[in-house]
């Protein structure tokens, strides 16, 4: 009995993770497009993939990010 209820909570933990992953992976392609963030120097937008991160701060260019300095 405790066997099957240790199996049952197993497999419940494994749904919950799954699922969890799931809607972890739905969420990530799109905050990566709609996700805009801003240059500290001069104000720019542009994506995270873009950013270039530097002291803190965050800049849209490698000139930016020696400015601020
Ligand atoms: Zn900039």
Redo the contacts with the bound molecule.
């Keep these: 009995m405790v066997r099957a209820l240790a199996i049952l909570a197993a497999i419940a933990a494994i749904a919950f993770f799954l699922f969890g992953g799931a809607f972890g992976r739905k969420r990530g392609p799109r905050d990566e497009v709609e996700d805009l963030i801003r240059?500290d120097?001069?104000g720019?937008y542009l994506t995270r993939k873009e950013a270039i991160v530097k002291g803190g701060g965050i800049?849209?260019?490698k000139e930016?990010a020696e400015k601020r300095r």
């Design positions: 240059c120097m001069c720019a800049f849209c260019s930016c």
